[in-house]
Structure formats: structure tokens, C-alpha cells
């Protein structure tokens, strides 16, 4: 079993990449995948799910969340090996959380003896390195100390330095100009990996599926009792969000301490989307995923009463006025900027006076794009 192990710090586009590499390889091999989240929000699982390439019903997709494979979700990490190995699988992608130890993760697969462990592809967001660490001239301050607990920093370092493939993300979102600084500061933590670029998630299949094994030792890992100071908090309410108030906080109150938000929402403005919402540092994103069952019911008039009668059915037990509309999040970043973004979050949801208007035919004021990208 080939074992293909995609690491890179939160909102790299680890699930982009994996998605779109399943799709396109599913048919040369039998491909399996182990996918983790930090949250307990399952978000990345269910829109690799969602391909119909991978399922847990073929034995082909082991999904863990609620906690880091590298940390306290280890020996479930490792029971999946064993299962995958045993189930047949050719080739293994195991996809990590983005605040994942990477090193332990590695050193696991090694002294597991399950199959053989080809490319460790560590993806890095082009645009968070830019902005967020100069070009990546401040990650350089770090390299040399290893501080008390996990931080984003630290993490980052490690999934560059244990890299047999460094794949820079969202090239298409950054000039061409600002590449060099940024190729100059990888190279200076990692001067051993491949270096490949990446836009829109896809880069050439044969760096991958043409990896040498990967034959670096793996150090002991020194810090494995450290405290990390990156965690998750999940967010769910059936209400949906006014998209002035949910524009205005990511526009004008994201703080830095908050590196990921991501999930399923719904506006009031628009009651039939289900949504797609991402985001990593300061760069946002809104796409269509699917239609709501309630608005199919309540507005399609071509629906043939079996249809209807299926659907009445499916949502007798969901919220008597929203149906299966409802709001999922889950947000990472520092503790003390989870709590306080939380809370203003809280405030996006609609009032009961805007819900009673909304419901009347009231309009919401709504700054986002009319026409979303749909999610493939």
C-alpha cells in the first residue's frame, strides 16, 4: 500500500487539492482516505463524501474529527491504518487538521509497518505566507526556537521542514513579482523538497503519484506533552444569519488571532441556498453547495405528491419553521479570540422581530455577490 500523506497549515487547500486529485486518479487504483479535523464539525469529511468516489460503505473513507491524529485521536488514527491496509486499499491519502504535528504523524506511519510512505506533500497558502508572515521572513525568526506550547508558527515550520513536496497554493491570487521572496524563505527551512506551484488546486498528478519513497529518519519527537494554544469551537443554530451583520464582522472585526472559520449557513436573504463558507486569515469565500429540502417543498410545483409525501416525511422531526435549514460552524484560531469572536458571531443570527419580518416577506439588505460560484 502506498501511502500519500498531505499536511499544510489551516485553509491551505488540503481538501481542495485531495478532492479534485480523487477525482481525477480513483480510476487507476483503488484509492482510500483517511481524512482528520480538528473540530467536531465534520466539514472537510463530508465534502469529500460528497464526490461519491470515496465512502465509508466501500471501505474506502475513514473520517476522524473532534481532535488531532498527531495528538489525542493517535491511536485512532493508527487502528484506521491497520483497517485500510487490511480492506485492500493501493493508495492511502491521509489528509491532516492544519494545526497537525506532522512529524509525529510521519513517524507513526513509519513505525507502523502498514504499507510504504511515498510523498509527503506539505501544502502552504501563498497569500497567508505573504501577508500574514512577510514573504515568510518572520517564520525565519522562528526556525531556531521551539516554544512552550504549539503555535501556528511552529507548526507551520515543522509540516515545511518534514516535506518531501512543498506545494505553494493559490498562485492565481498573488503577483508574479511576489513569488521569489517567498520560494527564497521556503528554501531556507526545507532546502531538500520539490518545490511546485499550485492554483486553483491543481498541480501535476506525477509529483505525487511518482514520489520516491520517503526515506528520511524521523528524530524522536521531543515535545510531544506540549500544550498547543490552537483550538476549535463549533457553532450551530437553525436561525438564519442577517448577511449585513455576517459581512460586516469578517470585514471590519476579523482579528488575526482567528486562522480558519468554515461550514454550512444559510441568509435570510436567500432561503433556498445551503452555502459554503471558508475562510483562512483574511481571505473569504461564499459558494452554492445545494438547494434546501424545505424550499424544494414549499416552492417547486412540479413535485408529484409521492414526492411531497417523501419530503413531508424526511422533515417532520426538523424545526417546525426552518425545516432543515440551519447554521454550522466551526472556528480555530488562539482561545481568547474564539470566545470573543464567537459572541459577535452569536450577533449575525436574526432577531425574533427580524424572523417575524422576514417571514412577512421583509427584505434584508445583502452586500454579497448575487451569483455564487457552485461547489464542485
Known sequence: MRITLITGFLGAGKTTFLRRFIADHSHTSRIGVIINDLSQLEVDGELVRMGDLVSEKDGTLISIRAGSISSERRGEFLEALKTMEKSGIEHLIIETSGSTEAQVVIGEILASGTGTLHAVATLVDARMLLHDYAGGQSLLAHVRHTPDTITAESVLIEQLRVASVIVITKL??????????????????????????????????????????YLREMKPHAHETRESDIGSTVIRDPRPLHP??????????LGVGLFRSKGFIWFASRPGHCLLWNQAGGAMGLEF???WRTHVLENDTRLLAEEKAHLHKQLATLHPLFGDRSCELTLIGHARDLEI????????????????????????????PANLKVMR
Open 341 to 368: 469572536f464567537s459572541s459577535e458571531l452569536m450577533d449575525c443570527f436574526c432577531t425574533d422581530e427580524e424572523i417575524a419580518d422576514w417571514q412577512s416577506g421583509g427584505a434584508l439588505p445583502d452586500p454579497w
Open 172 to 213: 492565481d491570487i498573488i503577483r508574479e513579482d511576489q513569488l521569489a521572496p517567498l520560494l527564497r524563505s521556503i528554501q531556507a527551512i526545507n532546502p531538500e523538497a520539490t518545490l511546485v506551484g499550485c492554483a486553483h488546486g491543481r498541480i501535476e498528478p506525477s509529483v505525487i503519484l511518482q514520489a520516491a519513497p
Open 289 to 291: 453547495l445545494s438547494t
Open 244 to 253: 449585513q451583520r455576517f459581512y460586516d464582522l469578517y470585514q471590519q472585526r
